[in-house]
């Protein structure tokens, strides 16, 4: 008998004990290790935070979903491992302690936004990073919405969580244009490179930036951020941008307390270091996939931090680590970039495919988005009920009021 427990329940670590659960023998083990009690799409965190997500149909409950696909969900955190011992150390919502012994461990626990040590910031800046965060970015956004006055938000960050952002809280502003009691809102998007979208192609740059001028969002380019206040940001500059709620977005690394946790080797990033089997460069029975990890390949070149190169990673790591289990080796994970897809609000998307060389936008591109959605849910449900899911989605949005 093995037991697998897999820390971290965002797209990458739900899909793999997804997978695991119906696929290793009954006498193993697969547990789930996540502080939430329901999934939320990591890319979809923006519509949390403007309001416009679907709890009833979007997210998803750990505890009776891992009771219909061979896992259990242990709600807690994970604070440390001890490796010679083979104990994950958790830390549960009563504040206890406690240990969960494992023969293998996977830590897929994502990245968080890179604030580079800017003064003010984890104090006065709204982050996109976890569930809560987003919601509570709602609590703030719904009030401000509801003052009947004019209201800046600060943006920092024109990557896809910053710009996606900024287009949600346009389009909402938008509709409320008829309610006299609502907010108007100035949205500033502030990036420190000179376009939007710095790690995709120009040509989706530019497209991009055009579709955000016609939501007449203020674009800042190569404008840094010097400093944040309750109420406003300072640039480099000496600029003073007032606004009444702000945003982190740019820059990604591991959570701090991940480095060298274990003593396990990391980066300067706070990624676990690991071979391209996805199994920790310091222990084998130890393996970190996603964003939090840093993935070698065969040239020398390193995974990006990819939603789909997580998806990716996962569903790998399902495979070689089930055949591991059954006597095999493992695999190296072998990553092909598939392009990119980026929201501008619900009617609107721009993606890049075949190694950046074509760049389609409009509304059927809005459609691929909403089907990566649907093959993560694929994954983790199976086919049956993300038709449902689907045509549940269709229906809800045919009949419920405007």
């Known amino acids: 008998m093995s037991r697998v427990v897999i820390v971290g329940g965002g797209a990458a670590g739900l899909e793999l004990a997804s997978i695991l659960g119906r696929s290793v023998n009954r006498q193993d083990e697969v547990i789930l290790v996540e502080g939430e009690t329901h999934h939320y799409w990591k890319p979809r965190f923006h519509e949390i935070a403007?309001?416009?997500?679907?709890?009833?149909?979007?997210?998803?409950?750990?505890?009776?979903?891992?009771?219909?696909?061979?896992?259990?969900?242990?709600q807690g955190w994970m604070t440390d491992i001890k490796r010679?011992?083979?104990?994950?150390?958790?830390?549960?919502?009563?504040?206890?302690?406690?240990?969960?012994?494992?023969?293998?461990?996977?830590?897929?626990?994502?990245?968080?936004?890179?604030?580079?040590?800017?003064?003010?910031?984890?104090?006065?800046?709204?982050?996109?990073?976890?569930?809560?965060?987003?919601?509570?970015?709602?609590?703030?956004?719904?009030?401000?919405?509801?003052?009947?006055?004019?209201?800046?938000?600060?943006?920092?960050?024109?990557?896809?969580?910053?710009?996606?952002?900024?287009?949600?809280?346009?389009?909402?502003?938008?509709?409320?244009?008829?309610?006299?009691?609502?907010?108007?809102?100035?949205?500033?998007l502030i990036e420190a490179a000179d376009r939007v979208l710095p790690n995709s192609p120009l040509k989706m740059s530019r497209q991009a930036q055009e579709m955000l001028e016609s939501y007449d969002i203020n674009i800042m380019l190569n404008t840094r951020i010097a400093g944040v206040e309750p109420q406003g940001m300072t640039t480099s500059d000496g600029l003073k941008l007032d606004a009444d709620i702000q945003f982190w977005a740019a820059g990604i690394k591991a959570p701090n307390w991940l480095k060298n946790i274990g003593g396990l080797e990391s980066n300067s990033a706070n990624q676990l270091m690991v071979q391209q089997t996805l199994v920790s460069t310091l222990d084998p029975s130890i393996f970190a996939l996603g964003d939090c990890a840093a993935i070698p390949q065969g040239d020398g070149a390193m995974v990006p931090p990819k939603?789909?190169?997580?998806?990716?990673?996962?569903?790998?790591?399902?495979?070689?680590?089930?055949?591991?289990?059954?006597?095999?080796?493992l695999t190296p994970f072998v990553y092909k970039d598939g392009g990119m897809v980026v929201a501008i609000g619900h009617n609107f998307a721009i993606s890049t495919m075949m190694n950046d060389k074509l760049i389609l936008k409009g509304r059927l591109v809005r459609r691929l988005y909403d089907t990566i959605f649907r093959l993560h849910q694929k994954t983790v449900s199976g086919l049956f009920t993300m038709s449902r899911l689907i045509i549940a989605k269709r229906l809800k949005c045919i009949f419920q009021p405007g």
């Not at 679907?54 to 009776?64: A, E, R, V």
């Not at 994950?88 to 293998?104: R, W």
């Not at 997580?310 to 569903?315: G, L, Q, S």
């Open 50 to 74: 403007a309001g416009t997500f679907d709890n009833d149909l979007d997210t998803l409950c750990y505890f009776s979903h891992g009771a219909k696909n061979g896992y259990m969900h242990y």
């Open 84 to 188: 010679e011992e083979k104990q994950l150390v958790v830390s549960k919502p009563n504040g206890e302690t406690d240990f969960i012994k494992y023969d293998y461990l996977v830590i897929a626990i994502g990245a968080i936004s890179n604030d580079f040590a800017t003064p003010g910031a984890q104090e006065h800046c709204q982050f996109l990073d976890t569930p809560e965060q987003a919601r509570n970015s709602w609590l703030q956004i719904s009030s401000l919405l509801r003052s009947g006055q004019q209201r800046t938000v600060n943006i920092v960050g024109a990557g896809a969580t910053g710009l996606e952002l900024a287009a949600e809280l346009a389009k909402v502003s938008k509709r409320l244009t008829l309610n006299p009691y609502a907010a108007r809102l100035t949205i500033n």
């Open 307 to 329: 939603a789909q190169a997580a998806n990716r990673a996962a569903v790998h790591l399902a495979k070689s680590l089930t055949g591991l289990m059954r006597g095999k080796c």
